[in-house]
C-alpha cells in the first residue's frame, strides 16, 4: 500500500476545506494527500449560512448574501440590518465542484473508499468522523429543509427571516427559518432544538406544509431540493494524540448554542495549514473559551426551560445587529459579551450557573 504524508478522513466540509487550503498555498507540491470519503458521488445536500465576519475561499459558491434579518415570535417582531457582515448562504454543490477539480490537478491527491486501502503509519490524519456513537438523549438541532418555487414573486429577497417561533412549540425549542433566494425561490427550513428520541417532531413534511400554506399564505409551489440533517449540541469526548488531528465538528468547530460551523472550519483550516509543519508540537485549537463556557449555560436553560426560549432569543437580537453578529460568530469582545448577558433573564441563568 502506498504511503501518504498526509489523510483527511472524511471528505465532507471539513476535510475538503482544509485539502482546499493546503492545495492553494502550495503544500502539496511535494506532498502526498489521501482523502478518505465513502460517499461514491458530489451533489448538493446541504446550504451552509453564517455572517461573513472575515474573508473565506469560496464566494464563488455564495448562492445569496443578505444586509437584513428578523426574528419572530407570536407576539413580536424585529428587524436588524448590517452591511459590514452580511448573511451568506453556501450552494454545497458548487463548493464540492469547485474544490474537487481544483484537487483532480494534483496527482499527489488521491481518494480511497476505506483507511485501510492507505498505509497511513507514517501520516499525519486529520480526523473530521464523530467516532464516538451519538448520544440520542442529548441536545441536538434537527432540521428539514426544502427550496421552494412559486409561480408568482411572493418573497422579499432582502431580508432573511433568521427565526420564526410563531409554531407548534410541543414543549420543546422549534422554529421556522426563511432564506429567500429570489422573489419566487427560497429555501424554507423546519427546526428543533431537543433531544432525538421523540419520533413525534420529526413529522417535517407535515411542518413544512403546514407552514408555507398557513403561516406564509402560499398554495402553489414545487419543491426543487431538499435537505436534512442533525448537529450535535453536545461536546463530543475528541481529543488530539501525536498522530490525529481532529476538524470540523469531531474538532469541536460547531458552536454549540447556534450549530454554526462553516466559517469556523475555514479558520481552522488556514490555522492548520499556516502551521503545518509543526502542527503537532501545537495547543488544540479552540473557539474560545469563554464561548464554551457561554454556550454550556445558555444550553443548561434551553434544556430546563424550553418555553422561556422565544423570548430569551428574541431579547438577545434586540441588541445591537453588530454585537449580537460578533457574538454568535465567536468575534465579540468581553464589552460586547456582557450586552448580551445583560439581556437574559438573569435568575433564570444563575440557577442554571450554578446547578
Not at 437584513?68 to 458548487?94: A, C, M, V, W
Not at 427571516?161 to 410541543?170: A, P
Not at 424550553?306 to 453588530?322: A, G, H, L, T, V
Request: hydrophobic share 35%.
Amino acid at each position: 500500500m502506498k504511503e501518504f504524508n498526509y489523510v483527511i478522513v472524511g471528505g465532507g466540509c471539513a476535510g475538503l476545506s482544509l485539502a482546499y487550503e493546503l492545495e492553494i498555498n502550495n503544500k502539496l507540491k511535494d506532498k502526498t494527500l489521501a482523502i478518505i470519503e465513502t460517499r461514491g458521488e458530489y451533489k448538493r445536500d446541504k446550504t451552509w449560512s453564517f455572517w461573513k465576519v472575515f474573508d473565506h475561499s469560496f464566494n464563488d459558491c455564495v448562492i445569496k448574501s443578505w444586509d437584513n434579518f428578523t426574528i419572530n415570535t407570536s407576539e413580536n417582531s424585529h428587524e436588524l440590518r448590517n452591511k459590514d457582515f452580511p448573511y451568506q448562504s453556501i450552494d454545497s454543490g458548487k463548493f464540492y465542484k469547485k474544490i474537487n477539480y481544483k484537487l483532480s490537478a494534483n496527482q499527489n491527491v488521491s481518494f480511497f473508499k476505506n483507511l485501510d486501502e492507505v498505509n497511513s503509519e507514517n501520516s499525519i490524519i486529520f480526523n473530521s468522523v464523530m467516532k464516538e456513537k451519538p448520544n440520542k438523549s442529548k441536545l441536538w438541532q434537527h432540521f428539514q429543509g426544502i427550496e421552494i418555487e412559486t409561480p408568482k414573486n411572493i418573497f422579499d429577497d432582502e431580508i432573511v427571516n433568521l427565526m420564526d417561533f410563531n409554531c407548534d412549540q410541543r414543549n420543546d425549542v422549534h422554529f421556522f427559518y426563511t432564506l429567500p433566494f429570489s422573489k419566487n425561490r427560497a429555501l424554507i427550513e423546519t427546526t428543533w432544538l431537543s433531544s432525538l428520541e421523540d419520533q413525534s417532531l420529526m413529522d417535517y413534511d407535515i411542518q413544512l406544509e403546514n407552514y408555507i400554506r398557513n403561516n406564509l399564505g402560499i398554495e402553489s409551489y414545487k419543491v426543487n431540493f431538499t435537505e436534512k440533517g442533525a448537529i450535535p449540541l453536545y461536546c463530543p469526548p475528541f481529543k488530539n494524540d501525536n498522530k490525529t488531528i481532529n476538524i470540523g465538528s469531531a474538532g469541536g468547530m460547531t458552536r454549540l448554542s447556534t450549530g454554526y460551523t462553516f466559517l469556523n472550519i475555514q479558520e481552522h483550516s488556514k490555522y492548520i495549514v499556516k502551521n503545518i509543519d509543526k502542527i503537532k508540537k501545537l495547543k488544540t485549537f479552540n473557539l474560545g473559551k469563554r464561548y464554551q463556557f457561554l454556550d454550556k449555560v445558555f444550553l443548561k436553560v434551553l434544556e430546563k426551560h424550553p418555553e422561556k426560549m422565544p423570548k430569551i432569543f428574541f431579547n438577545m437580537f434586540k441588541s445591537s445587529s453588530k454585537t449580537v453578529i460578533k457574538f454568535l460568530s465567536n468575534k465579540s469582545n468581553i464589552f460586547e459579551d456582557i450586552k448580551i448577558i445583560g439581556k437574559m433573564p438573569k435568575l433564570v441563568f444563575l440557577k442554571s450557573l450554578f446547578n
